[in-house]
Structure formats: structure tokens, C-alpha cells
């Protein structure tokens, strides 16, 4: 079964742009998250999606947004990035949820300038 | 508020000896529990989980301890590997969501 794939592996923006990363589950899981793990720091919970609606919400602004797409592919969006945007972020997929276990993605790293 | 944390950000372990690593959680509500691997330039590999109606479940090599008394929980692998070096995470269930912990860096001295 093939794993959490992610695109792109890399991107680099500059400030005041917008991005969108992509997350494609393990086929079968209907609940996506999305982390943002910054050096030093752990992995600091986005929010979740399930059956196309989001569930559950961390900390973050307002820039930082996604949804997910019927067949549960997901997509998350950074607009007016900050240079404290650059992190690696982290999809994971699970079978029902976040008390499930959850399989990552190997993450994009984004860089702003 | 929830938090898990971990009592050491970096162990040094001598290859071949077993490694503990620690985590404390302050939810005792909490009812399910994970560990997580990270190699560098990858995402967190599931290692292990164990319900709260448990204290101990072992995996190959690897065996986890949860002391709910003082919301502790340990991560215990065997015979340390070149390969075991990496960033671990513990997480905790808590309603619904998973709070993740800060992350412990094992370094394998040969």
C-alpha cells in the first residue's frame, strides 16, 4: 500500500506571497492533518480534516488554511507569508481520526525570503 | 494547559547498550498514547502505542511503559543501533486531538 505522499518536496517563496502544499492520504484514510515542525521545536498541530470538513483547528492564524477534496486528498494554504513560515510541513493520514494512529508524509520544506 | 514534555532534549547512548527515553503528560484524562520516530529529512515514523487500560506493551526491540499514576511514559529500545539514531516523540490523546511532545534526539556513540 502505497504511503502519505506530499508535493512539492521544496519550495521557496519570499515574503508576501501565498502558497499551497499538497497531501495525498494512504488510500482508505479519511482523516488528514497538517503540522508545522520549526527547528527546536516539536510538531505544532494545524488542523485536521475528515470527509472533506475540517474538524479540528490548532493555534494559527488566519493565513494558514486548507481543505480537503472528496477523494480525501488535501491541500493547506499560506497567504502573506513571513520569514517565520519557513518550516517543514507535515502531513499525516489516519483511518478515522486523531485518536488514530497517524502515517506522515515525508513533509515539504518551505523556506520564505 | 495539555502538555506533554520531555525530561531530556538529547541522550547520548553507547552502541549496544538499551536507551530510555522519558515523557511526562499532564492530561490524566489521556487514554492513548504513541511513539514516534524521525530520521533527519524525514516525517515521524509510528513506533509504538499503548492504551491507558495498559502499563506495558513490548514491539520488537522496543517496549513502552506508562505509569498513570505520575502521567509518565517511557520509550525503552533494546540493544541500541546505529540505525535507532533519531528524533522521538511521544503523543498523547487528548480529547481527540494529539498533543505532541517537544522531541528527544538519541545520539548513538559507537
Redesign the interface.
Same mark, same amino acid.
Given at each position: 500500500k502505497a504511503g502519505?505522499t506530499q508535493t512539492p518536496r521544496y519550495l521557496i517563496k519570499t515574503r508576501g506571497q501565498q502558497v499551497t502544499l499538497s497531501c495525498s492520504p494512504i488510500s482508505g484514510h479519511r482523516s488528514v492533518?497538517w503540522?508545522q515542525q520549526t527547528p527546536g521545536?516539536?510538531?505544532q498541530?494545524l488542523f485536521?480534516y475528515f470527509s472533506e470538513t475540517q474538524r479540528?483547528k490548532g493555534n494559527f492564524p488566519g493565513r494558514f488554511s486548507g481543505r480537503q477534496f472528496s477523494n480525501s486528498r488535501s491541500e493547506m494554504n499560506v497567504s502573506t507569508l513571513e520569514l517565520g513560515d519557513s518550516a517543514l510541513y507535515?502531513c499525516?493520514s489516519s483511518r478515522v #481520526?486523531?485518536?488514530d494512529?497517524?502515517?506522515?508524509?515525508? #513533509?515539504t520544506r518551505l523556506t520564505v525570503l | 494547559g495539555e502538555s506533554v514534555g520531555l525530561h531530556l532534549p538529547t541522550l547520548s547512548v553507547q552502541e549496544g547498550d538499551n536507551s530510555i527515553i522519558n515523557c511526562a503528560y499532564s492530561n490524566s484524562a489521556s487514554d492513548?498514547f504513541?511513539w514516534?520516530k524521525q530520521e533527519s529529512?524525514?516525517?515521524? *515514523?509510528?513506533i509504538i502505542?499503548i492504551r491507558s487500560n495498559m502499563d506495558k506493551r513490548q514491539g520488537q526491540r522496543v517496549t513502552v511503559l506508562l505509569n498513570k499514576t505520575v502521567k509518565h511514559l517511557s520509550l525503552q529500545i533494546a540493544a541500541t543501533q546505529p540505525g535507532d539514531s533519531a528524533v522521538y516523540?511521544c503523543a498523547e490523546?487528548s480529547n481527540? *486531538?494529539?498533543i505532541?511532545?517537544?522531541?528527544t534526539k538519541l545520539i548513538i556513540k559507537p
Open positions: 502519505v492533518s503540522y521545536q516539536g510538531l498541530f485536521e479540528n507535515l499525516a #481520526g486523531q485518536g494512529t497517524q502515517y506522515f508524509g515525508p #513533509g | 492513548y504513541i514516534y529529512g524525514k516525517g515521524p *515514523q509510528f502505542d516523540f490523546n481527540y *486531538q494529539l505532541w511532545g517537544a522531541g
